[in-house]
């Protein structure tokens, strides 16, 4: 076979395979203006968007953006205009002051082609036969029409576009008494037989799927959360969500429930999870998730602190994921006689490296580590960057928090200098004008803890500004610094987290810090020994 004819044997190959692909999930016609999704996504609906006035439709009297004419279209129920008797689309051509029918409601059909979903309408018959074709578009947004109107290459064709969360599978379905029966910690059933919501796509095995996301109704806290998967970050483990909050200077976390206190319900048509928390816990902080369908994007939102239940936060998640038959995976169901519980999950016990503090601050020995009195410490030294260059140069205010217009920079244990900040821990610098002014001096370096049990922080001071990096736990093998820019409490004070090994508890008592500090003696006399000379 020759080489062309391969190639175009292939060509044929990949649009035939793409046009499978493109036309595997379809809208199977349910009603006038219903369609219910093939791959169990849900329904479409439109008829929260029809006007029941038989003279004044959904959309009446629409300039076209390509023709000069005007058009009318209700979606569900016929209306009448001028000599348009019962129709669901109407064009009115001003110069003749005519009406002509586009469509009959009767006639209404819900049709694939290839990713675009139109529902069509025709009107006439033989040569006065008019076809029209709304394109249904997904939009979470404000519902907007828009007429395009004639086609230019095809007589008595017309084209609308219609954006809608209504052309959302289930955006504005009606309520349903289906209810979601939990099978799993991140998973449960639908009880019309629509699918599975299963979200294991969206949680992350190596730490939380939505890190640091603040609440519009607050600054000082910022949020974290996962499903499935029980995550660390700093004091909160082994969480479902968590919460990083400012006291006194000191960002401290929370556990906000765990994953195997999950559970499903239902409150209408709205999906929610909610966390529990540890009998133990005596703070008892709890989480409300609720579950948005949505078929093209995911999102995660914080409302924070619910006003109406005292120790529980609200968010939201928006993934295909939440809907029915989307992602799901294989799963075990229980019994039909008995009602599933949240299956187990297996949560790993802190390691030996983050067993907390016990009942003393952490004194503090050099620039950039400290001591609890249980023999567990804090050792940064292995950050130090002696280059004259920062660990940390010219980040900007970590998401979701907006662009202040300055770059901060940050070295822990050794000075450095940038500009006319010198020998400097923290330095702030104008992104446009790129002058610096310092935020705290490395020799400054105080380490101080909320509380008798942490977590920690370290204070660097210059002048009147006061720099406070809260120090993060994490088992990933990364630093990271997030900046949280100026304190809006506390007047030329600012806020930076430092996530790294580094800042994990060790174990090994005064010995292995003062190992360190040995170490560190040695070498400057090593250098001085050989400048000497």
């Known amino acids: 076979m020759a080489l062309y004819e391969i190639t175009l044997l292939l060509l044929v190959s990949c649009v035939l395979l793409g046009t499978n692909v493109a036309s595997a ?7 006038p203006c219903t369609c219910r999704m093939s791959d169990g ?12 006035d038989s003279v004044l439709p959904a959309f009446q009297n629409v300039n076209s ?19 348009c008797k019962g129709v669901s689309a109407c064009q009115y051509v001003p110069k003749l002051k005519t009406y002509f029918p586009l469509g009959t409601q009767d006639s209404a059909k819900f049709i694939q082609e290839g990713q675009d979903l139109t529902l069509r309408y025709i009107a006439g018959q033989g040569s006065s036969k008019r076809e029209t074709k709304v394109k249904l578009v997904c939009d979470a947004g404000e519902t907007t029409f828009i007429a395009e109107g004639q086609d230019p290459n ?19 379905s009606k309520p349903s008494n289906a209810t979601c029966r939990q099978v799993g910690p991140c998973s449960c059933n639908m009880t019309d037989g629509s699918g599975t919501v299963d979200l294991h796509r969206v949680g992350r095995k190596d730490g939380p799927a939505f890190r640091d996301i603040m609440s519009p109704n607050e600054v000082a806290d910022l949020y ?88 529980q936060y609200l968010f939201t998640l928006r993934s295909p994921c939440a809907c029915p038959g989307m992602c799901e995976t294989p799963v075990t169901t229980p019994p039909a006689h008995t009602t599933a519980p949240p299956t187990p999950v297996t949560v790993p016990h802190p390691s030996p490296n983050t067993t907390q503090p016990a009942h003393a601050a952490c004194v503090q020995y050099g620039t950039c580590a400290c001591m609890f009195k249980n023999g567990s410490y804090i050792d940064l030294t292995s950050l130090e960057q002696t280059s004259g260059e920062p660990l940390f140069k010219d980040h900007p205010l970590s998401s979701p928090r907006r662009d202040d217009g300055f770059y901060y920079s940050f070295n822990p244990c050794a000075p450095f200098t940038e500009g006319k900040c010198e020998d400097v821990a923290v330095c702030k610098k104008n992104s446009l004008a790129g002058s610096e002014v310092s935020l705290g001096k490395q020799d400054s370096s105080t380490f101080a803890t909320a509380n008798e049990n942490g977590p920690v922080a370290i204070a660097y001071a210059s002048e009147n500004r006061m720099s406070i990096v809260s120090l993060r ?28 090994p580094q800042c994990c508890l060790h174990k090994g008592g005064a010995t292995a810090v003062r190992g360190s500090l040995m170490w560190i003696v040695c070498a400057l006399t090593f250098l001085l020994v050989n400048g000497w000379r």
């Not at 095809?154 to 504005?172: D, E, M, Q, R, W």
């Open 25 to 31: 999930s379809t809208c199977e016609q349910s009603g």
């Open 41 to 52: 996504a849900g329904e479409i609906d439109l008829s929260a968007l029809a006007s029941s």
């Open 65 to 83: 953006t390509g023709d000069d004419y005007v058009y009318s279209y209700n979606p569900c129920q016929p209306f009448t205009q001028g000599t």
């Open 154 to 172: 095809v007589i008595n064709l017309y084209h609308f576009t219609l954006k809608s969360p209504c052309a959302c599978p289930g955006g504005c």
């Open 224 to 311: 974290s959360y996962n499903p499935c998967y029980p995550f660390s970050l700093g004091s909160c483990r082994d969480a479902a969500a968590c919460v990083s909050t400012q006291t006194h200077g000191v960002h401290m976390e929370n556990s906000l429930g765990s994953q195997d206190k999950a559970a499903f319900f239902n409150t209408g048509s709205n999906l929610y999870i909610v966390y529990g928390t540890d009998r133990n816990d005596s703070k008892g902080l709890t989480s409300l998730v609720q579950l948005v369908c949505d078929r093209h994007r995911e999102s995660f939102e914080a409302q924070g602190p619910n006003p109406q239940e005292k120790g």
């Open 473 to 500: 736990c994490t088992e990933e093998k990364r630093d990271r610094l997030i900046v949280l820019g100026a304190d809006p409490k506390v007047p030329n004070t600012y806020e930076f987290i430092l996530e790294s």
